[in-house]
């Protein structure tokens, strides 16, 4: 198993659009555990691939606060979405800022699992929350960008900022 780096904004590898994952073998299990440990060492409810810039549509999602209860999601997709909530939403890839975002309240969703079965499930609260933003990024989206123009480019001077200081700490 391995702890693995979680890119951060500005980084435009954040932007690319995952791909398919057409076989379900020890490899992308491999992926999961490894994803799942740099989750629950990050004190995050989810993580997308893309966040640790591997292109495959591959989520893991947690919700319980004992780390006791992972779930992978590989190739997720809505089928179907009813209703608007409003949550408090935070990103590993954006670290402590928290905004409040509009989505679907309950959401029909399909992914396989590790044995590369097929579910179908509907759910709503936090995990319906939680699945939308982690396929938005393997779709390249943010949950800032869901935010006014002037919202989004504060966070993102805030951290273009950090990363010219950072780079001139290391030259
Ligand atoms: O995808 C990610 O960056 C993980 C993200 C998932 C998420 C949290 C809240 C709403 C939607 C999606 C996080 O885990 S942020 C980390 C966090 O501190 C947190 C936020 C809310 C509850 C528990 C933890
Ligand atoms: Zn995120």
Same mark, same amino acid.
């Given at each position: /198993?391995?702890?693995?780096?979680?890119?951060?904004?500005?980084?435009?590898?954040?932007?690319?659009?995952?791909?398919?994952?057409?076989?379900?073998?020890?490899?992308?299990?491999?992926?999961?555990?490894? /994803?799942?440990?740099? /989750?629950?060492?990050?004190?995050?409810?989810?993580?997308?691939?893309?966040?640790?810039?591997?292109?495959?549509?591959?989520?893991?999602?947690?919700?319980?606060?004992?780390?006791?209860?992972?779930?992978? !999601?590989?190739?997720?997709?809505?089928?179907? @979405? @009813?209703?608007?909530?409003? /949550?408090?939403?935070?990103?590993? @890839?954006?670290?402590?800022?928290?905004?409040?975002?509009?989505?679907?309240?309950?959401?029909?969703?399909?992914?396989?699992? !590790?044995?590369?079965?097929?579910?179908?499930?509907?759910?709503?609260?936090?995990?319906?929350?939680?699945?939308?933003?982690?396929?938005?990024?393997?779709?390249?989206?943010?949950?800032?960008?869901?935010?006014?123009?002037?919202?989004?480019?504060?966070?993102?001077?805030?951290?273009?900022?950090?990363?010219?200081?950072?780079?001139?700490?290391?030259?």
């Amino acid at each position: /198993m391995a702890i693995l780096e979680v890119l951060h904004i500005p980084d435009n590898r954040l932007r690319k659009v995952a791909q398919a994952i057409s076989n379900v073998d020890d490899s992308i299990r491999e992926l999961a555990k490894d /994803m799942l440990e740099t /989750m629950y060492a990050e004190n995050g409810i989810g993580l997308a691939a893309t966040q640790v810039n591997v292109q495959k549509r591959m989520v893991v999602i947690d919700l319980s606060t004992e780390q006791s209860d992972p779930k992978v !999601l590989i190739n997720p997709e809505i089928l179907d @979405s @009813s209703g608007t909530e409003e /949550m408090q939403e935070g990103c590993l @890839s954006v670290p402590d800022i928290f905004e409040t975002v509009e989505r679907p309240e309950t959401i029909t969703v399909r992914y396989q699992n !590790l044995e590369g079965e097929i579910i179908e499930e509907s759910v709503d609260g936090l995990y319906a929350v939680c699945i939308q933003h982690e396929i938005d990024h393997l779709d390249g989206r943010l949950f800032i960008d869901y935010l006014s123009p002037l919202k989004r480019n504060r966070i993102l001077k805030k951290f273009e900022k950090q990363e010219k200081l950072q780079a001139a700490r290391v030259s």
